[in-house]
């Protein structure tokens, strides 16, 4: 194992590493030699499993305690070896995160081998990427499906759900000039419940005093329905209009 | 007159913000204003209640990045300084408004009466820790204290990564055991974010009930009995309690709750804002950037800038006149549903802690008569907490699935999945997905290692807290939010890269242990998916 700067490290600190790692008579070392033994220790252990110095240690979960080896004062100016995050990674890859249950927004990303692929020599595009939503109910056979034009360069989309009570996924898909189609990667699948309300036949049985122990809670005092679309919707349609 | 139960849970929560690596640092005021303005009094109002022997009971959930922040020797020393700043600029106020602004004297004197009261308490009383008074409060039977996710994540945005929700819960649930003593039984549901399912993780980590939004119920695909007056048992038996929308937003409504009162104090006029850098540049942020003080001497008025001075007995009396509004409308409607219930209705009220005494001055005062009206007996309301109500009740509970919800803009997921903050998501599942791998690469790593892919483990964490999308929505301290994801993110991916190529970045761990210092005892074998 490389330790990358093990020399910005504090002697106390230094020391501590060693006395975890079992070195033996850190306690007389100077600094040079505790850097010493630390590398040839960690050297080491490169060839062996990590479970055969399990037991110098006594580990338990939640009881890794952090150091507290300088003292308060010292100031950090920014951590080193960090980087930018990158605009999206290069996995050829979809997700799907739900936001209500009428939109979705998916992100994807597309690896070097797809995007080399997919354009000639000169950049040019040698088919079209689209999103294909899919309707599927709980069964999971698929109901119904739509699909959405996307740009090479697009990496993210809001998607419409049409209806409740159905599972939803998205292939990232490529079609070719030729009018072939082959789906890149499929999202995971996000599952909208249908409210019992929304298509109860005989809403509340009827009863007023049910409507009211329901909707009572949901109104504020100045008659104003909490803030939900769907919410409203049942709630305009079990009071046939008056909500 | 029906009897009906009343359960209050104050949700005490901050992200984690502390940079040692300034000398004073703008954001970490978040903290020392919630504990100036609603921590300590809130817990000087449960001590007088306590001491009048009035018998009450609710429920406080207290963040582990919280907690961390209120044990944390280095903040409670800056909280300190930051008393000691409001005392001088106390004594400097009382001064300067006896000569020029003698009608802001009586509030002067109480701001600077206050910083000397919350010194003596945080200082002498506490030793420096709060925690103490909660919990102290807790042994004494007047508090239930409950966790919470262990970022504050909102929880359905990582409802693909079960090692998240996992890790989110467990050590929400292992930080309050390290913290209190004892295993909570509450879990405070970040942002009431809930989707199906949720209640297995719950389940697996002991919990047994949590708090979902109104909306939960009456969009449940089951047919619901009572409405949001009642919790239900999910299908794994694990109970759900949901909102009183009704009950809460006569406290919460920007337009016509309480706290909109013209009488009452005004938020946003505030002397850091308002008097010369000469005079107020001690007492702000450096170089010359104002911010608020808590020496606010202005009523609501209305929606001018011709502001009233704000009269604190006539407040004081308007948060008399407010409670006994508040107890009037829950007990006419306890008394309209009383025929219409099976059984007795329980109002459970659901509120971030920093609304009583930081947001709404007057708060802490409200809820202090609230109380005492009720323990006067004559209403037909008794306080409880969820599990003394699941222990009466538990028995009788309907089982329901309630439906994916939260408490935000929408009643989904809107809030923490739009425009401002989707990009970040990309990285943080992706995060997620490289520490799954790492976890399962390099399991059971010992020292350096072991330390380097623990701190990974707490990038990944801290990245995912709620706090972060929801200010890059709201557009308030959006660029810190923003460089707070990106930075774990970054610290997250030296941890990735390094230990691709079988190295350590020893320089880049201590100095990420001595920033992020959050879950001491994190295993970030927590993330293995086999596990």
């Known amino acids: 194992m490389i330790l990358i700067n093990i020399d910005s490290l504090s002697t106390v600190e230094l020391q501590h590493i060693a006395e975890q790692e079992g070195v033996d008579a850190w306690q007389d070392m100077d600094r040079e030699e505790l850097i010493d033994a630390l590398e040839d220790a960690f050297g080491e252990q490169d060839d062996e499993p990590a479970q055969t110095i399990k037991g110098k240690i006594n580990r338990n979960r939640y009881c890794n305690s952090l150091t507290s080896y300088r003292g308060k004062a010292y100031q950090v100016n920014g951590l080193p070896g960090t980087e930018s995050l990158p605009e999206c990674y290069h996995d050829t890859s979809i997700h799907l995160l739900l936001r209500d249950p009428q939109w979705a927004f998916a992100y994807w990303s597309l690896s070097h081998q797809v995007l080399e692929e997919c354009v000639d020599e000169d950049g040019n595009e040698l088919g079209r990427f689209f999103l294909r939503v899919s309707q599927c109910s709980s069964g999971a056979s698929e109901v119904s499906s739509y699909d959405i034009d996307i740009d090479i360069s697009d990496r993210q989309w809001n998607i419409n759900l049409p209806e409740m009570g159905y599972c939803y996924h998205v292939d990232l898909c490529w079609r070719d000039r030729r009018g072939e189609e082959q789906s890149l990667a499929q999202s995971n699948t996000v599952e909208i419940a249908a409210p019992y309300w929304k298509h109860a036949t005989e809403p509340f049985d009827g009863s007023l005093d049910q409507f009211c122990t329901h909707f009572s809670s949901l109104v504020t005092r100045e008659g104003e329905i909490v803030d939900n679309a769907i919410l409203r919707d049942v709630a305009h349609t079990l009071s046939k209009g008056v909500l | ?531």
């Open chain 2, 1 to 531: 007159m029906s009897r009906a139960h009343l359960s209050f849970i104050l949700n005490a929560h901050l992200p984690f913000v502390r940079h040692p690596e300034y000398p004073r640092f703008l954001e970490e005021d978040w903290l020392f204003e919630s504990i100036s303005e609603s921590y300590l009094p809130l817990l000087r109002m449960c001590n007088r209640l306590a001491d009048d022997k009035v018998p009450y009971t609710f429920t406080v959930s207290l963040s582990p990045s919280l907690c961390t922040m209120l044990a944390d020797p280095i903040l409670a020393e800056r909280y300190t300084q930051y008393l000691e700043r409001h005392i001088e600029l106390g004594e400097k106020e009382v001064a300067r408004c006896k000569i020029e602004q003698p009608a802001f004297s009586d509030m002067a004197a109480f701001y600077l009466e206050a910083a000397r009261t919350n010194f003596t308490d945080f200082v002498e009383h506490y030793k420096s820790n709060i925690l103490e008074g909660f919990k102290d409060l807790e042994e004494r039977g007047y508090l239930e204290l409950v966790t919470t996710a262990a970022t504050h994540a909102f929880l359905p945005l990582y409802k693909e990564y079960p090692s998240a929700i996992n890790a989110q819960v467990e050590i929400g649930v292992q930080s309050f055991l390290t913290t209190f003593g004892h295993l909570p039984k509450g879990f405070w549901l970040p942002e009431c974010g809930y989707y199906p399912g949720l209640e297995e993780v719950l389940r697996s980590h002991g919990i047994s009930w949590f708090q979902t939004a109104s909306q939960a119920m009456l969009l449940s695909p089951d047919k619901v009995a009572n409405g949001v007056y009642r919790p239900v048992h999910c299908p794994n038996g694990v109970a759900a309690f949901p909102r009183d929308f009704n009950g809460t937003s006569l406290v919460w409504s920007n337009e016509s709750g309480y706290p909109t009162d013209k009488i009452y104090r005004e938020f946003y006029r505030d002397i850091g804002y308002d008097l010369p850098l000469g005079y107020i540049g001690p007492y702000i942020h450096e170089p010359q950037v104002r911010v608020f003080t808590g020496f606010k001497y202005w009523a609501i008025t209305g929606k001018t800038d011709q502001k009233v001075p704000y009269d604190r007995i006539r407040a004081k009396k308007r948060t008399v006149e407010h409670a006994r509004n508040f107890i009037y409308t829950l007990q006419k409607r306890a008394d309209s549903l009383g025929p219409k219930l099976e059984e007795e209705p329980l109002f459970t009220l659901a509120f971030d802690a920093e609304l009583f005494g930081h947001w709404w001055f007057e708060g802490v005062q409200w809820l202090e008569e609230v109380i005492r009206l009720i323990a006067a007996g004559d209403k037909g309301l008794a306080m409880t907490t969820p599990s003394r109500f699941l222990e009466r009740e538990g028995e009788r509970l309907q089982q329901v699935q309630p439906s994916f919800s939260s408490w935000g803009h929408g009643g989904y997921n809107a809030v923490w999945l739009d425009g401002a903050n989707s990009w970040s998501y990309r990285h943080i599942h992706k995060a997620i997905e490289r520490m799954e791998e790492l976890a399962s690469r390099f399991g059971d790593q010992m020292s350096l290692k072991q330390r380097f892919l623990n701190q990974a483990a707490r990038e990944v964490l801290l990245a995912m807290a709620s706090d972060w999308p929801f200010m890059m929505y709201n557009k308030s301290s959006a660029e810190y939010a923003t460089k707070r994801v990106n930075d774990h993110l970054s610290n997250f991916n030296v941890v990735y890269s390094n230990m691709c190529k079988n190295a350590v970045n020893t320089e880049w761990l201590v100095k990420a242990e001595k920033r992020n210092t959050i879950f001491a005892d994190i295993d970030y074998n927590i993330f293995n998916p086999e596990r």
